[in-house]
């Protein structure tokens, strides 16, 4: 593909360090997985929630959830870090990406595979099978770390996933983007989230202003907003 004022020698040189991997051929072992479906429920929730289709037959992108419920969203340990570095390895071509989710991926996974995957993840209490429903809050680190920020993010984040700790009620709901930013600078988004969170100052008080009906998919759409204190925000929540 010719990009206009790009050299296409360019283009290809750029190009070549996104190439794929190799993917094996399907070698009919791929009742590995079918059977771990059927067997694990929780295997199977988490697949029905983290994965998503590749395009290499026998292959998925296995989504590794950083929201485990009550916990800092984007946060991982060293010793999670590690984890995920040796599936990868193991797993999945070598290859990581973050999310603009705060999340992290592995694109390249056979579904042979993914039992083993799943099991590793439990082993580190990265298992969640969240993505995409309410709990897959983004959250900018806020007042807790940021310098700039005029109220705390984290702390919201962290009690709506557990008012909504629930996941049959989560999935109820459906697939639901939630983002929050501690200031006007807005780095979480939250003008483009379903539901917007941005907290402001208002006399020295932490206060929130919700944003509804954002879209951050190619229909962009700015949410529109309301205003309110740190209580009533979570009394809103909680209602
Ligand atoms: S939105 Fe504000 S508080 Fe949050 S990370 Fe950006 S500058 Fe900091």
Same mark, same amino acid.
């Not at 010719?2 to 072992?29: C, H, M, Q, W």
């Not at 694109?107 to 580190?124: C, E, G, I």
């Given at each position: $593909?010719? +990009?206009?004022?790009?050299? =296409?020698?360019?283009? /290809? !040189?750029?190009?070549?360090?996104?190439? +794929? =991997?190799?993917?094996? %051929?399907?070698?009919?072992?791929?009742?590995?997985?079918? %059977?771990?479906?059927?067997?694990?429920?929780?295997?199977?929730?988490? *697949?029905?929630?983290? @994965?998503?289709?590749?395009?290499?037959?026998?292959? /998925?992108?296995?989504?590794? *959830?950083? #929201? *485990?419920?009550?916990?800092? =969203?984007?946060?991982?340990? +060293?010793?999670? $870090? !590690? $984890?995920? /570095?040796?599936?990868?390895?193991?797993?999945?071509?070598?290859?990581?990406?973050? +999310?603009?989710?705060?999340?992290?991926? @592995?694109?390249?996974? !056979? #579904?042979?595979? @993914? =039992? /083993?995957?799943?099991?590793? @993840?439990?082993?580190?209490?990265?298992?969640?099978a969240n993505v995409g429903l309410i709990s897959d809050i983004i959250a900018c680190p806020g007042m807790d770390y940021c310098a700039l920020a005029t109220a705390r993010s984290i702390p919201i984040a962290q009690d709506i996933a557990r008012h909504f700790s629930d996941s049959a009620y989560a999935k109820t709901i459906g697939e639901m983007k939630i983002k929050i930013s501690g200031c006007i600078n807005a780095c979480g988004h939250h003008h483009v989230a379903h539901i917007g969170i941005l907290g402001l100052d208002r006399r020295g008080v932490e206060s929130y202003q919700i944003t509804l009906g954002g879209d951050h998919t190619e229909t962009l759409a700015i949410g529109l907003g309301l205003g309110f204190r740190r209580k009533k925000l979570c009394r809103l929540f909680s209602a």
């Open positions: $593909m010719n +990009s206009p004022g790009v050299d =296409p020698k360019e283009l /290809a !040189r750029i190009e070549a360090y996104f190439a +794929s =991997p190799e993917f094996v %051929t399907d070698d009919g072992d791929d009742d590995v997985f079918e %059977t771990a479906l059927a067997a694990d429920e929780a295997f199977k929730a988490w *697949s029905e929630q983290n @994965l998503a289709e590749h395009r290499a037959p026998g292959y /998925a992108i296995a989504t590794i *959830s950083l #929201k *485990s419920i009550g916990a800092v =969203p984007g946060d991982a340990t +060293s010793e999670q $870090m !590690r $984890m995920i /570095a040796d599936m990868a390895e193991t797993f999945g071509h070598d290859e990581i990406r973050i +999310s603009h989710e705060q999340n992290v991926v @592995l694109p390249h996974v !056979r #579904k042979r595979d @993914l =039992p /083993a995957v799943f099991a590793w @993840l439990q082993t580190v209490g990265l298992a969640t």
